[in-house]
């Protein structure tokens, strides 16, 4: 890891790490934003030194954070949406507005994650 590419990450994150936060919690929600994050800039670090200038840094910022965002949702493969509403559906003290907030949720995850892979 070159110094060099070490500046450059801290450079893009200072610049750009909250509006990629919000892109990714919007995305695929609160819970996996901060380890995406992270994962996002670890790429950056590795790969400034390949990064051609064919597109604006802005550009190249966002497919990686999109590939990153890919790759924890094919890890994760909403499991763990579909566990939580598996419980909620049998728990009989259920709250009807909070389950269909978290429906609604999941529905929109799912939703991002298809116009992403397509």
Do not use: P
């Not at 590795?46 to 550009?59: A, G, I, Q």
């Not at 566990?83 to 991002?112: A, C, G, P, R, S």
């Amino acid at each position: 890891m070159s110094q060099s590419s070490s500046e450059a990450a801290l450079t893009l994150f200072e610049q750009y790490g909250n509006e990629i936060y919000r892109y990714i919690r919007f995305t695929v929600g609160e819970s996996n934003a901060e380890d995406i994050l992270q994962e996002v800039f670890l790429q950056v670090v590795k790969s400034w030194d390949n990064f051609k200038h064919k597109s604006s840094v802005k550009t190249w910022l966002y497919a990686i954070t999109n590939n990153c965002i890919k790759a924890a949702l094919r890890r994760n493969k909403f499991t763990q949406n579909n566990v939580d509403l598996e419980e909620k559906l049998h728990d009989n003290n259920i709250n009807e507005n909070i389950f269909l907030i978290d429906l609604e949720q999941m529905l929109l995850t799912q939703h991002n994650v298809r116009k992403l892979t397509a």
